[in-house]
Nanobody, 123 residues
């Protein structure tokens, strides 16, 4: 059974940092592209960042580029999202997802999803 478990969310002041982790089990992470999405209250879920299986190719939403960094440790079956210079508009539930296919920026491309972790940024 595939499980993706996010952790590292919490409450932080604007300008602060958080590091999210996504621990995978039941699959070989190195076979999958991994992505982070987020959903703010009352809004649709949106793409945040993605990383190819090798780690060489990364993709970011314009809104987080230069502030967030996605990385992965295939040996540990874990993906990370380092979030710096956080803003109140980054407040959302953050989800990690695993993608066997080619597309990495759209929800429908992803096969497995975690339950999410709440990130709240106060002003």
């Amino acid at each position: 059974q595939v499980q993706l478990v996010e952790s590292g969310g919490g409450l932080v002041q604007a300008g602060g940092s958080l590091r999210l982790s996504c621990a995978a089990s039941g699959l070989t992470l190195s076979n999958y592209a991994m992505g982070w999405f987020r959903q703010a209250q009352g809004k649709e879920r949106e793409f945040v960042a993605a990383i190819r299986w090798s780690g060489r190719n990364t993709y970011y939403a314009d809104s987080v580029k230069s502030r967030f960094t996605i990385s992965r440790d295939n040996a540990e079956n874990t993906v990370y999202l380092q979030m710096n210079s956080l803003k109140p508009e980054d407040t959302a539930v953050y989800y990690c997802a695993a993608n066997w296919g080619v597309g990495v920026t759209t929800e429908v491309a992803y096969d497995y999803w975690g339950q999410g972790t709440q990130v709240t940024v106060s002003s």
